[in-house]
Nanobody, 130 residues
Framework: VQLQASGGGLVQAGGSLRLSCLAS????????IGWFRQAPGKEREFAAV????????RYADSVKGRFTISRDSAKNTVYLQMNSLKPEDTAVYYC????????????????????????WGQGTLVTVSS
């Protein structure tokens, strides 16, 4: 699976952006798509995850209520709608694909880990000014 992330840019605090992640071959072993972000000088952190059926979705506490992840299976695309953006949301945002399916009880724990993902997009920069 090859992934292409897009949609980043410069926005003022309180503004919105929508990121897109296009998967080249969803049928070729992609079960879930996650969004991660990495701010300068910090470790990469989990933001949100969705499986391609759209049934299972999880968010990091830091974005819950402000970000919405969704997917368009026909377009092999996963979106991350980001509202009420804050300066601390400034980071490079990456989408990633995981081929492994886990049971619902392990979904949150498993897909929050960057090591659970097999393929990564190139990243798109989001800058939120105060």
């Amino acid at each position: 699976v090859q992934l292409q992330a897009s949609g980043g840019g410069l926005v003022q605090a309180g503004g919105s952006l929508r990121l897109s992640c296009l998967a080249s071959e969803r049928s070729a072993g992609s079960y879930a798509i996650g969004w991660f972000r990495q701010a300068p000088g910090k470790e990469r952190e989990f933001a949100a995850v969705i499986n391609w059926s759209g049934v299972s979705i999880r968010y990091a506490d830091s974005v819950k209520g402000r970000f919405t992840i969704s997917r368009d299976s026909a377009k092999n695309t996963v979106y991350l709608q980001m509202n009420s953006l804050k300066p601390e949301d400034t980071a490079v945002y990456y989408c990633a694909s995981s081929a492994r399916r886990v049971n619902s009880g392990s979904f949150t724990t498993y897909y929050q880990r960057a090591s659970s993902y097999d393929a990564w997009g190139q990243g798109t920069l989001v800058t939120v000014s105060s």
